[in-house]
């Protein structure tokens, strides 16, 4: 029987922007360059969720009843918003606002898309932010 490869996928630390692989199961890791702790998994908002930054190099989901206030966002991967995002900045690969989800706050992200229906009601965007 052939032995499979360990799946692996290119995340970027959100501390110091180095770039490296990790195990496509890894929940969190130590960027081998700045050695801080990076949580690599997505984190799906289902509540409301208040803190000072809520990172990750994976994907940020905030759903239909969740709220995310937080000075700082960042989802490497993508912010998906289905419910409501305060913040004063968020970083993304790619942003969904979606139908009825409710955005204020600067974003800087490679792509954005945003829904019929969704609302943005303040912040300042920069995209394609090519630092991403
Ligand atoms: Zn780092």
Redesign the pocket.
């Known amino acids: 029987m052939a032995k499979k490869k360990p799946v692996q996928r290119t995340v970027q630390?959100y501390?110091?922007?180095?770039r490296f692989d990790v195990s496509a199961k890894a929940m969190t890791v130590s960027?081998p360059?700045?050695n801080?702790p990076?949580m690599v998994e997505d984190v799906v908002i289902k509540t409301a969720h208040a803190v000072r930054k809520l990172q990750t190099c994976g994907r940020i989901v905030i759903q239909k009843r969740g709220r995310v206030m937080a000075d700082l966002v960042v989802g490497q991967e993508a912010i998906e918003v289905m419910g409501i995002l305060e913040t004063k900045q968020a970083k993304a690969g790619t942003v969904y606002i979606r139908p009825k989800a409710r955005w204020r706050g600067d974003c800087h992200a490679r792509s954005v898309v945003i829904e019929a229906g969704a609302r943005v009601t303040e912040g300042h965007f920069v995209v394609p932010d090519t630092t991403l």
Do not use: G, I, K, S
């Not at 501390?15 to 180095?18: I, Y």
């Open positions: 630390c501390h110091c922007e180095n960027c360059a700045c801080r990076l």
